[in-house]
Nanobody, 112 residues
């Protein structure tokens, strides 16, 4: 079974940066981050496959960068943060074969 350990997030001013990380065990096909703002549905932010294929939400292209190392740890570097980026960010992991797992979430607040 997949085990997840999330870290990062917090309070940052507009224009600042945050770096999220998620370490997963198991045989992973795709990892990434989703987010859910207050009163809104959860949406995909950025994902990366074991082959290095990335997928970004249009709202974060050019500002966020997702990467992955050899130990199944995914990183989300978030630059030029905006108030609209405020949300709970959830690590997402999908094993080969389909089962998916979610982290508990980390709150990222962008505010002056």
């Amino acid at each position: 079974q997949v085990q997840l350990v999330e870290s990062g997030g917090g309070l940052v001013q507009p224009g600042g940066s945050l770096r999220l990380s998620c370490a997963a065990s198991g045989s992973i096909f795709r990892m990434g981050w989703y987010r859910q703002a207050q009163g809104k549905t959860r949406e995909s932010v950025a994902t990366i496959t074991s082959g290095g294929i990335t997928n970004y939400a249009d709202s974060v292209k050019g500002r966020f960068t997702i990467s992955r190392d050899n130990k199944n740890t995914v990183y989300l570097q978030m630059n030029s943060l905006e108030v609209e980026d405020t949300a709970v960010y959830y690590c997402y992991v999908m094993e080969w074969g389909g089962p998916a797992y979610w982290g508990r979430g980390t709150k990222d607040t962008v505010s002056s």
